[in-house]
């Protein structure tokens, strides 16, 4: 049973930063290609960060520069440091592997002042 457990979240101001982290069980970590995932009041879930079991990266636009993914394959641990940050950026963040349907319970960001 794969399990996900997102903490991290909080009240920022902006211009602020925060690093979230997810624990993943019942999964081959190491070899999983992880992703970050923010859903905002009234939005669609979209993906904000992902790596590969490799270390590669890939980060949409809107974050690019701002937002760094890593992972602790011996921790099974997925992290997302958020820097400079913007009200836009509220939203509850998800991780979730690859090719898995499960979602965790998510940590919520706030940006404002």
């Known amino acids: 049973q794969v399990q996900l457990v997102e903490s991290g979240g909080g009240l920022v101001q902006p211009g602020g930063s925060l690093r979230l982290s997810c624990a993943a069980s019942?999964?081959?970590?190491?070899?999983?290609?992880m992703a970050w995932y923010r859903q905002a009041p009234g939005k669609q879930r979209e993906v904000v960060a992902a790596?590969?079991?490799?270390?590669?990266?890939n980060y949409p636009d809107s974050v690019k520069g701002r937002f760094t993914i890593s992972r602790d394959n011996a921790k099974n641990t997925v992290y997302l440091q958020m820097n400079s940050l913007k009200s836009e950026d509220t939203a509850v963040y998800y991780c979730?592997?690859?090719?898995?349907?499960?979602w965790g319970q998510g940590t919520q960001v706030t940006v404002s002042s």
């Open positions: 790596i590969t079991a490799a270390g590669t990266t």
């Open positions: 979730k592997p690859s090719g898995f349907p499960s």
């Open positions: 019942g999964i081959s970590f190491r070899v999983a290609t």
